[in-house]
């Protein structure tokens, strides 16, 4: 299988409420990434995995927490929804330690009413 | 002041037209990453590149590492060209994470 999977395409979830988003990483790939890009932004680090544990951190509240599986597909799970965190979310992998670049998935939009 | 700066933010073209969008950086980095964004929120992995100058079709990208800055070029602009184009670095300090500029709105038009 190739390229980066990510589900659901869209969500709509009210404040207070949890979700998880789900990302299937490319074959080959240990590494994965998750960003926040609000609308008209660029993306912003959330978190990062590798072989199933997460080895970098961004400015999110501990709310935002992530699992990497053995099969390294990943999920984000954010609790606690707040209005704020409607956004478009975006999975990223790529096999460390080599040098090649990332492949981004298509991204889940979150809405949060 | 972000640590990635794009210019400009938005940019209209005619078709057949050259077009340069520029980026800055202020951290040191492993490498800059080119990235392309449609509408739908896919991004697609238009370049990475440490030194020196890529070439991808229509695409190029350079960089020079000393000034800290890196342009995109897109020759004979096409409508479906259309999209935002996103700068991002790989910083030394943690060669997996990216930090992104906030992109640049390219509409060209027939």
């Known amino acids: ?113 | 002041k972000n640590e990635v700066e794009q210019s400009p933010q938005n940019l209209t073209a005619q078709e057949g037209e050259f077009i340069t969008i520029n980026c800055s950086y202020s951290v040191g980095i492993s490498a800059l990453h080119w990235l392309q964004q449609h509408p739908g929120g896919g991004i697609v992995s238009l370049f990475m590149l440490s030194s020196g100058k890529k070439k991808h079709g229509r695409l190029i990208a350079t960089i020079n590492i000393q000034e800290k800055h890196s342009s995109l070029h897109i020759t004979a602009s096409h409508p479906r060209d259309s999209a935002v184009y996103i700068c991002a670095v790989s910083s030394h300090n943690n060669t997996d994470k990216l930090i992104f500029g906030t992109g640049t709105r390219l509409q060209v038009f027939p």
């Open chain 1, 1 to 113: 299988e190739t390229g980066v999977t990510q589900s659901p395409t869209h969500l709509i979830k009210t404040r207070g409420q949890q979700v998880t988003l789900r990302c299937s990483s490319q074959s080959g790939h240990n590494t994965v990434s998750w960003y926040q890009q609000a609308l008209g932004q660029g993306p912003q680090f959330i978190f990062q995995y590798y072989r199933e544990e997460e080895n970098g951190r961004g400015n999110f509240p501990p709310r935002f927490s992530g699992l990497q599986f053995p099969n390294y597909s990943s999920e984000l799970n954010v609790n606690a929804l707040e209005l704020d965190d409607s956004a478009l979310y975006l999975c990223a992998s790529k096999s460390s330690p080599t040098n090649y670049g990332y492949t981004f998935g298509s991204g889940t939009r979150l809405t949060v009413v």
